[in-house]
């Protein structure tokens, strides 16, 4: 189909070079049969009588139908508004706006189309020409013609649509206009290309073709057609077939008011055919209204209800119009936002359980809305939309001095955007975070007039991140989003190089040794301890000399890549990371890290002194956190014999060979919540402290060797009953409680 198509529209264009189509199709078909087959096509309508009268006139309204349904056009009665004579031609008013805003058509000026005047001959030489495409030679001129009408009967008669005449300013026959007519239809008839092209969006034209094309062998441009005819290409997007017939162009930017010119472009066995189809554009205008926001509204002052404009395509318009006029009436306070679509409502004091909003928008488009008006107002939820610059655009890290805002949308109850800004500053907490350090931030209109945090990135070593975290006055995290921070190249600035000496004959004293930066970790000194069953914290205690910035990364034991001691410090850390981060130490500090339990680690850590000149060993640290390793005290356990004039006290922790100090305490009555802290004290001061709310009965330290060891403790003397223990076993430097019952019975 589509190659059949090429051929005839290549024939259409050499249409001028034909001798005399009239003569041949004269030849083959009377003008009656062809009279005949545009009635059945439409095109024509029949006298009553079934003659063809080819000696009557035709009116300029006729005309318009006429071609308007050989061309397939739409009517569009909107585009006949420019003219003030068509109250005698309404059933003709689409036909004449449709062949109007095809430029085929024109007035007569001052608003005059004259539809029931007599089409004369040189009117049809240009509807036919300008209905076709054909070419016309502007300088042309024709005897008996129109100085206007020159080029455009040349035309016509070079394409054998209209004969010779004498005078070209009379009315032209029925018969005329059914030759020409004919020739037209034959041209365009089921053998057009496109069917129709039209704005359906302000980014989206919509064109229907005839047949189906292949997508890969067929494109598509657009112009722009100005007042002087120049033609400007119109960026395109993206392109959406449907199965070939059709296809939605999706323009790059929205697209102004004017005329606009389809082409179809098809290549295929190294032919190539081109077909037009032009189109008008109309300004965006607002044609619809809606009142937005959830069905309840809280109970409160300053609430904010959008309403959203939808232009003539049944899309939001990203922007209100210029003569935006904005109406409101509500037995409440209502009244537009100053700056946003939106309405700004007071319902603090309101004290009823609904109100009604109606909105009118520039005299004509009207809705009204009915909400449900709840409680005050509490925060549900927090969503951000991300970081943006100042202009709005997106953007994911920063440079030194570089700011950004995150944007948010705090929901209230109900579902409701919250953009009061002072009232979210009092109803919620904002925090920045970045190498450790937390500063306190506070809400503000960014972009859009969205409530955002403002974050400028500062001066830092390596590349790092900075974290907004907001907070209910609860504590309670409801949102966090993070933004990347390149380093500074100007934070590190290598020493300047030592000058040479000058000679001297005196010896030179020996230079002082260059002073090394050291870190190291002692093994025994590592302890995990149990948190959760499923999760451990691991504390590493790091030894340094001539350091007083550590950097570190928990790898994965799995992940074969190796950190240098320059990726840590630059932050370019291996996929398997856990956990990384830089702390500042004064020669000896802890490093803790939570983490699944029956993992492998390696924990590769490098320290610089202020200057950033000197850098220590790259240190690597197996870590371990099977779970027969982490240290958990579960209980104590009286293994007395009924025979002992002692107790006998086990502990069962892990591991087993835990080895370290115990601290104990025997009591007739509970100590309530005392810290471990509090047991070692009780155990060890002089004398028992006033503030034990309980007599204690004895009292004492051991140094632990594992689970095999036991505290014996004298009972002799004792009355018996039931009394309570309280142990403390101190571990690498960590301290774990547990208590139990001890019967005394003898």
Partial sequence: MWRRMIHVFTALLLIAAIANPIAGHAADTSAEEKYNKLVEAGVFDGFPDGQAHLDQNMTRAQAA?????????????????????????????????????????????????????????????????????????????????????????????????????SDYTVPASRQLLVEASYIAYESVSNEKWIKSAKQTGVRT??????????????????????????????????????????????????????????????EQDGETAVYTFSYTVEPEQ?????????????????????????????????????????????????????DRQALLVNLAGWNENRVDIHLLVNEKNYTNRTYQVGDKPVIESVETDGFVNEAGSPVDRLKK????????????????????????????????????RQSAKELAPGPGGAAAVRVTAGSHLANTTLTVTIRSLSDEVLAQASIAVESDPEFYVPPAPTPAPTPTPEPEPEPEPTPEATISVDPDSIVTLDKDYFNVTTSVYVTSTNVTTLYYALVIESDPEVPTADDLIHDRLPSGTMDSGKVSTDGKVKLEFETPVDLKFNLYIVGTDDSGSLVSNLLTVEIDTDISKVFRL???????????????????????????????????NPIHDASEDDLVR????????????????????????????????????????????????EYRGVRLKAEGALGLTN
């Fill in 65 to 165: 139908k006429i071609i308007a349904l050989i061309l397939g056009l739409d009517e569009n009665a909107g585009a006949a508004d420019i003219y003030k004579d068509l109250a005698e031609a309404k059933w003709a008013e689409g036909f004449i706006g449709a062949a109007t805003e095809m430029g085929i058509l024109e007035g007569r000026g001052g608003g005059i189309f004259a539809p029931t005047a007599d089409v004369t001959i040189q009117e049809l030489a240009k509807i036919m020409v300008e209905a076709l495409g054909i070419e016309v030679n502007e300088d042309a001129t024709v005897e008996g013609a129109d100085e206007w009408a020159g080029k455009y009967v040349a035309a016509a008669l070079a394409a054998g649509l209209i004969p010779e005449q």
């Fill in 205 to 266: 034209v919509s064109i229907d073709l005839q047949g189906s094309f292949d997508p890969d062998a067929t494109s598509v441009a657009i112009e722009r057609i100005g007042e002087d005819g120049d033609r400007t290409a119109v960026g395109i997007e993206s392109l959406e077939w449907d199965g070939g017939s059709a296809v939605t162009v999706v323009l790059s930017d929205v697209a102004e008011a004017g005329k606009y010119e389809a082409k179809l472009t098809v």
């Fill in 634 to 668: 579960d209980a104590v356990v009286d293994a007395t014999n009924p025979d002992d004039d002692y107790w006998r006290i086990c502990l069962s922790h892990t591991p087993i060979d835990a080895e370290g100090t115990v601290y104990y305490i025997i009591s007739d």
């Fill in 682 to 729: 009780i155990a060890t001061e002089p004398d028992v402290p006033d503030d034990v709310p309980a007599q204690v009965i004895a009292r004492g330290t051991k140094h632990w060797s594992g689970t095999s060891d036991q505290i014996r403790v004298d009972k002799k003397g004792w009355t018996p009953g039931t009394y309570h223990v309280y142990v403390v076993l």
């Fill in 286 to 338: 607002v044609s619809r209204v809606e009142l937005g926001g959830a069905d309840q509204l809280p109970r409160a002052d300053n609430v904010e209800v959008p309403y959203i404009l939808y232009n003539q395509y049944g899309e939001p318009m990203s922007e209100p119009p210029a003569d935006l006029k904005v109406d409101v009436a509500s037995s409440a306070d209502v009244k537009p936002h100053p």
């Fill in 401 to 436: 001095g570089e700011s950004a805002w995150l944007l948010l949308r705090p929901y209230d109850q109900y579902g409701n955007l919250i953009t009061d800004v002072d009232w979210l500053n009092e109803n919620l907490k904002a925090e920045e975070s970045v190498s450790g």
